[in-house]
């Protein structure tokens, strides 16, 4: 069974930093592209980043995140992360990981077959 977990969530400031962990069990972690999805009361779930399997040499940011958020992945402890810096009141969701296999990195969250259950983001100005 694939398990999700996410953790690192809380209250902050604006300009405050959190880091986001996710850790996977029940697959070949390695073997997965792992992303960051958030989705904000009222709405759509989005994209955040996304870092390839294997040595995750490549990365994808939304335009939104790109310069202040940073993911990674730690194979030999099945977790990714997501660095957050110079957070806003804008990045108040939730955030979920998600674990997929995709010739290219994907945005689209249909291209993700597991999810975790979320963590709670929330940045006062």
């Known amino acids: 069974q694939v398990r999700l977990v996410e953790s690192g969530g809380g209250s902050v400031q604006a300009g405050d930093s959190l880091r986001l962990s996710c850790a996977a069990s029940?697959?070949?972690?390695?073997?997965?592209?792992m992303g960051w999805f958030r989705q904000a009361p009222g709405k759509e779930r989005e994209f955040v980043a996304a870092?390839?399997?294997?040595?995750?040499?490549?990365?994808d940011y939304a335009d939104s995140v790109k310069g202040r958020f940073t993911i990674s992945r730690d194979n030999a402890k099945s977790t990714v992360y997501l660095q957050m810096n110079g957070l806003k009141p804008e990045d108040t969701a939730i955030y979920y990981c998600a674990a997929g296999i995709m010739q290219y990195l994907a945005r689209d969250h249909g291209q993700y077959y597991y999810w975790g259950q979320g963590t709670q983001v929330t940045v006062s100005p």
């Open positions: 870092v390839k399997k294997w040595d995750g040499s490549r990365t």
């Open positions: 029940g697959l070949t972690f390695n073997g997965y592209d």
